[in-house]
């Protein structure tokens, strides 16, 4: 692979990985939003983790290009926050987990090289 295709692989990646980001950004303030359904929430987590599991296939399937500790970490964050956040659904119980969750998932991807403010 030449460099700039190289590069390219690298950029879609960081943008699959901050698109997932948004909605999962988004999941988390609808859980918290009172003034819609909670089925709102539930949709954008879906999306996020449809971006997050697309943006995992292509880490793995191009691993030495895009091999990262903190791609790797974000990855298991926001599958700890999904299921944190499905089961308070499932159970009918309150979300204070689901945001603690939620926040390691932020800080761990701000201060990543897939961050918005490394573009």
Request: aromatic share 16%; hydrophobic share 45%.
């Amino acid at each position: 692979m030449n460099i700039e295709d190289q590069l390219s692989l690298i950029e879609d990646f960081k943008v699959l990985l901050r698109r997932a980001m948004i909605y999962a950004k988004h999941s988390h303030d609808f859980i918290f939003d009172d003034s819609v359904d909670n089925s709102t929430a539930l949709f954008y987590l879906n999306v996020a983790a449809s971006k997050f599991a697309a943006a995992e296939s292509l880490y793995y399937s191009r691993i030495n290009e895009l091999e990262s500790i903190e791609a790797k970490e974000i990855f298991q964050l926001f599958e700890v926050y999904m299921k944190e956040a499905l089961t308070n659904y499932r159970t009918n119980h309150s979300h204070q987990w689901s945001d603690i969750e939620f926040n390691r998932l932020k800080e761990a991807f701000a201060y990543s090289p897939f961050a918005f403010e490394n573009k």
